[in-house]
């Protein structure tokens, strides 16, 4: 295959009593639809392209759609022809980021302007296309999705009428906001919404346990989680659009990311690796502050049960594409948070800052960026402007804070802080409307297996 780009598992040189790590390689096509690797190890490409100065530089100024086929079609030229990927691109993105500045350097990527008001919309959109793009004619897909809040109705909707594939979210049944529950349980059509007894971790875990079942496979079980790579890689896009949007030349810049299940940040990551000038990355968590525990002490511990925070989106205490972080600097952690081999620290620090925002500093943020810059933020933002300006001092660099939903999501907490009601978007504008029932079941796998089955 020449230089094709595959896929390995992150578990591939497990060995012990639960887990043989698989050994070989894929294409996109089949990660895509595999979702995670047959030894529930995650899938990664096999090399990074590099894009050069004068390259990143020809970005500027050019329209999103370009700048994703652009980085796109350097993972997917042996899976999809160019001027499929063009068309594709420019069908998914026909909506933007607008960056605003917050104060001197330090400036705001809204990601919020999607059909579904997340940074989601980003892959969800393009994802979507790929699957009906690269699957088999007649072929019947079954997408399992668990969502903490905007991922779910993110998918949902990319995939809304797709012929041959039906979805199913699971979302913590008291852990999502009302806005979020709304536009979970209004999507319909080939969706089914399935809210559970437990948390995100819970919906996570049920997900995870379906891929491994093999009494499942006439399914063709696949998933629309940031364990699929599928969501991995039109993450990377938005990364080097802010940038060359931001900046007049090629010199370091701080990117600062609300992070739960970690990939968002994980595509700023690989975007590093590519060649744009990241230092450093920061790593923003809620409560659950098992990274920056980590990045401190060098012992990884997952918080079970995960704690519930304004900035629920990002309530994960065991992040899946913590195996990729690993992965990518020589270590070895399984699904269930048990490292196998650690990765090296001391370089993760020279790249990667992280630091734990509590709920009482997410809504002072809210507050003070509202009252001294006239910028609204919700709880994810405010998570992501916090760690930069109130704990990494040294701001000398261009800086970028990432919104990853929009204000109108949250409307409690913007009325209870600042007495305003932020605008809708459009998304949501007679939601309540369209609110169908979602099916109920307990914190258990079987009920979900016999669910599915039925």
Known sequence: MGNRILYYSTNRELNTEKVEGFKGEVTFKEALFMGQAPDNGLFMPNCLPELYKEEILSLKGRPYPEVAFEILK??????????????????AYTFGIPIEKITGEIY???????????????????MSRLMEELKEENQEITVLVATSGDTGSAIGTAYK?????????????????????????AIGDNTTTIAIDGKFDDCQRLVKLAFGDSELKSLN?????????????????????????????VRPVIFSVPSGNFGNSLGCEIARRMGLPVSPLIIATNENDEFPKFLNSGVYEKVEPSRK?????MNVG?????????NLYGGIVDKEGGVHREPDVAKMKKNLYSVSISDEETVKTIKEIYEDYNVLLEPHGAVGVAALMNHYKKTDKPAVCFETA???KFPEIIEETLKITPESHPSLVDIDKRVIEPEHLP?????FKEYLLS
């Open 74 to 91: 350097k993972y997917l030229k042996d899976d999809i022809s160019d001027e499929k990927l063009r068309e594709i691109c420019n069908d």
């Open 108 to 126: 705001l990527a809204r990601m919020d302007q999607g059909p579904t008001a997340s940074f989601k919309d980003f892959a969800a959109q393009i």
């Open 161 to 185: 009428g797709l012929e041959g594939i039906k979805v199913y979210i699971l979302y913590p049944e008291l852990e999502v906001s009302e806005g979020q529950r709304k536009q979970l349980n």
């Open 221 to 249: 079980l696949t998933s629309a989680n940031s364990i699929n790579i599928g969501r991995i890689l039109p993450q990377i896009v938005y990364y080097f659009y802010s940038y060359i949007n931001m900046v007049g030349e």
């Open 309 to 313: 925070c304004l900035s629920n989106a």
């Open 318 to 326: 065991n992040p899946s594409n913590l195996a990729r972080y690993f």
């Open 406 to 408: 929009h204000p109108s």
């Open 443 to 447: 914190n258990d796998y079987e009920a």
